[in-house]
């Protein structure tokens, strides 16, 4: 059983273009993330969701936007997709210290 | 061998050989640190995690040290295994806040 799960693992897209990434996580927790990872595989935070209130966001562009339709989904939509947009997107939840990591889910934007 | 860095250094050690791989954090108002190990194409797996009122603590093949006087964490790994292998990030906690802010990682490589 997959603890948290993103899906697509990969995606190409091209400039402009309007994509969503899902998430799920079957561990009941409250808290889930989205985390931005670098070429240089440097982790910053993107959304922070708290039963389902946002509560962190790092000065994330507008057209990145997190929907949370249940506890247990934290789905990222971006619009007008730019070639800065490309890294791989990684979902999280946590409860206490410790935070699971879903797969990643690398975006190319060509 | 050890490695502090400010991009992704490499520690690259033979199997058997203990691995030390070091973290400076900014933070002071952090309630906890935790480390965590990446593979390749994979996402980011806890190891261990250590709280600021703790200088130690020891898992399965793994000690964390913690100095607060100077910022420093450290994750020591015992009889390095070509498995062990990955990107090694630290990460804090600030308290109060439910966020981790993760450090620039290390690659450890492990030879046979």
């Known amino acids: 059983d997959t603890a948290v799960s993103q899906t697509p693992k990969y995606l190409v897209t091209q400039m402009g273009n309007d994509k969503s990434i899902k998430c799920e996580q079957n561990?009941?927790?409250?808290?889930m993330y989205w985390y931005k990872q670098d070429s240089k595989k440097f982790l910053k935070i993107m959304f922070s969701?708290?039963?389902?209130?946002?509560?962190i966001n790092e000065t994330v562009p507008n057209r990145f936007s997190p929907k949370s339709p249940d506890k247990a989904h934290l789905n990222l939509h971006i619009n007008s997709l730019e070639l800065g947009d490309s890294a791989v997107y990684f979902c999280?939840?946590?409860?206490?210290?410790?935070?699971?990591f879903g797969q990643g889910t690398r975006l190319t934007v060509v | 061998g050890e490695s502090v860095g400010l991009h992704l250094p490499t520690l690259s050690v033979q199997e058997g050989d203990n691995s030390i791989i070091n973290c400076a954090y900014s933070?002071?108002?952090?309630?906890?640190f935790i480390w965590y190990k990446q593979e390749s194409g994979k996402g980011p797996q806890f190891i261990i995690d250590?709280?600021?009122?703790?200088d130690k603590r020891q898992g399965q093949r793994v000690t964390v040290l913690l100095n607060k006087t100077v910022k420093h964490l450290s994750l020591q790994i015992a009889a390095t295994q070509p498995g062990d292998s990955a990107v090694y990030f630290c990460?804090?906690?600030?308290?109060?806040?439910?966020?981790?802010?993760f450090g620039k990682g290390t690659m450890l490589l492990v030879s046979p």
């Open positions: 999280a939840s946590k409860r206490g210290t410790e935070a699971f």
């Open positions: 561990l009941g927790h409250d808290t």
């Open positions: 969701y708290n039963n389902k209130e946002l509560i």
């Open positions: 933070n002071s108002a952090s309630d906890y």
């Open positions: 250590i709280r600021s009122n703790m």
């Open positions: 990460a804090e906690n600030k308290a109060g806040y439910s966020t981790l802010t």
